[in-house]
């Protein structure tokens, strides 16, 4: 019996939105969740974040630091973070790929960042180390390659991960936990037609598609993704894992994604690059320097509601760690707002119209 | 006529707690000033400062980025900073001594730290500048130099801040701003005897003793803080500059200064020593790995609202930008909180007894 429940309240097509209940909280979907890697979203106080649903916390990063009794002994992630909303926690997984590592059947050896040692992450370890840090949802231990390695390798990668994520689900106790799977295959329909087979077969509470969004062009992405949703259950919470552009989301969205995490509306706020309408503005450009405007009118976020462009820009030259604070919150809430506006307009059926305000260049 | 009004509620030997009010603006007094060089406070929005009355800017790097022109066409330095609370605006007089200067009678050339190239501030473009940015309170361009150096300098300086006071006046054009002089003179009582008079016989809206905190003992200072505060008129507010440890604070409210400024509680904070009490502890301290209880366990703050020391410990070592925000609130509310206990004590007459918390080591 899980602890998660999605109920579809709406489709258009294949776009979908709904909730999904969990341990009494609750995630509009399609929803989209920050990044708080070790527990905080960079520069930013998630006191800022009124309407995110649900975080991201990183198991790899965790493991190391603070390390997951201290969290356990803590009283868990939510009092850790002093966030009372959904955590999802990665297994890891990423950090096969991000980091140099090797892989071999049983796990992956890291060398841990901090001090140089080497040390192996297996599916046992990651799935006792999310029961440990009780996030809401744990992901499975998956084997993520680059895209552009052999079938090969590809094929090693989606064994591996049905093997990892039997052995995870063995070892998963945390009953207020729900479990996802993990769909790899890189760009092989093929494979990713066997992958699925293997996670669904597994049964999970929800499934991700891995190694996406790491060096795939949008329409390679999108053909997978297309391919993909469509063999997975229509019941169960699909999740596209390291994506958050708003294009790539509303594109997605179309193929019946409903939920996404990724870096990067906070890592672009860093660089001054800030959501406006369907477009980008950088803030540091020299044309902003007398602008008495907030990033964008209609935006409803602390930033914009208390400063102009020209305040901004000044404060990204000159006090950066005070910007990224503020800018990191405008592209959030701004990726929060194109979410409300592509739930809403699924419930009216004019997410065709809407998704044409987001198309690639 | 000034724009400042200073009312004395009560006081306790020299020591006195009141109110300035100023553009209908209120300061509390004793009171801090948090201090926000370039129009934000370091990695810290103002939002959780509830209780703070006033600011500090500096003209200085304010006339470099974004410039006084820019600030002035955006509607003054509260509408660009978003803080309707008073300003005040150092005169540029401090980074004489804090950069690399060279001092003539008309004023001190700077080397534009951005560019590298030299440009002379002097009284009349401190002055015309605090004008434009719009602060409630503007000071004097003083000349600072070390309290080391020979009495012949240090008369040199109450001459040339005599000299520059009077133009400064001369150019002060604002009728929404107040002008506070500086007595300078080193560890010289005749000299600070001397400045003082300068000063009053020009008659500013309130006093500020300068050239202190910058290297002189605790008792040096003490002698020459008691020595010119009874000289300076006891319906003026009388501030001192740089100078903002809670030891420091108490020692100097004990004789009746009203007003302080200094970066010292955010820049500890960001080294991770945090107030505690009538005490310090590092953060950073292997101790405070596990330790579940907040900062303090009766401060008010946000932080110690939210976040164990372990998290904070962990979010130091390791998100750094996020600990800076989390642990630069606390010690500045931790100080709110000292002057609220100190004004409210005289208000009671017992500061002599809050006192003996807060003597030096």
């Known amino acids: 019996m899980s602890n998660l429940n999605f109920k579809i309240l709406a489709k258009e097509d294949k776009s979908r939105t709904g909730e999904i209940t969990i341990n009494n909280k609750t995630i509009k979907t399609p929803g989209f969740m920050p990044v ?153 329909k093929d494979l990713r037609e066997l992958s699925t087979k293997y996670m669904v077969d597994q049964e999970y509470d929800g499934y991700a598609l891995g190694g996406l969004a790491i060096g795939e062009t949008n329409i390679e992405r999108k053909n997978i993704v297309k391919f993909t949703s469509e063999l997975l259950p229509d019941e169960k919470p699909k999740y596209v894992m390291g994506l958050g552009d708003m294009h790539g989301l509303v594109d997605l969205i179309e193929e019946g994604i409903d939920l996404f995490d990724c870096v990067w509306p906070a890592r672009l706020a860093r660089h001054g690059k800030l959501i406006v309408g369907n477009t980008y503005i950088n803030i540091k450009n020299k044309q902003y320097e007398n602008d008495p405007e907030p990033i964008s009118n209609v935006c409803t976020c602390f930033t914009c509601q208390n400063y102009s462009k020209a305040f901004l820009r000044h404060l990204i030259h000159n006090e950066n760690t005070t910007a990224w604070l503020y800018l990191t919150i405008h592209n959030l809430i701004q990726t929060e707002i194109i979410l409300d506006e592509a739930r809403k307009s699924i419930l009216e059926s004019t997410f065709s119209t809407f998704r044409k305000q987001f198309e690639y260049e």
């Open 36 to 188: 708080a890697t070790r527990g905080a979203i960079k520069s930013t106080p998630h006191t800022f974040l009124d309407n995110t649903d649900v975080l991201l916390a990183n198991t790899y990063h965790l493991y190391l630091r603070p390390g997951v009794d201290v969290i356990n002994e803590l009283g868990g992630i939510h009092k850790f973070m002093s966030w009372d909303k959904v955590i999802l926690t990665d297994s890891g997984g990423f950090q096969a790929w991000s980091l140099p590592t090797k892989i071999d059947n049983e796990g992956v050896v890291f060398k841990n960042i901090y001090d140089g040692s080497s040390f192996k992450m297996t599916p046992e370890i990651s799935i006792k180390s999310q029961n440990k840090i009780g996030s809401d949802i744990a992901m499975i231990f998956d084997c993520l390659i680059d895209i552009k390695d052999s079938k090969e390798k590809q094929i090693n990668s989606i064994n591996l991960t049905r093997d990892w994520g039997s052995i995870t689900k063995s070892f998963h106790k945390n009953k207020d936990q729900a479990l996802f799977g993990i769909v790899q295959g890189g760009l092989h």
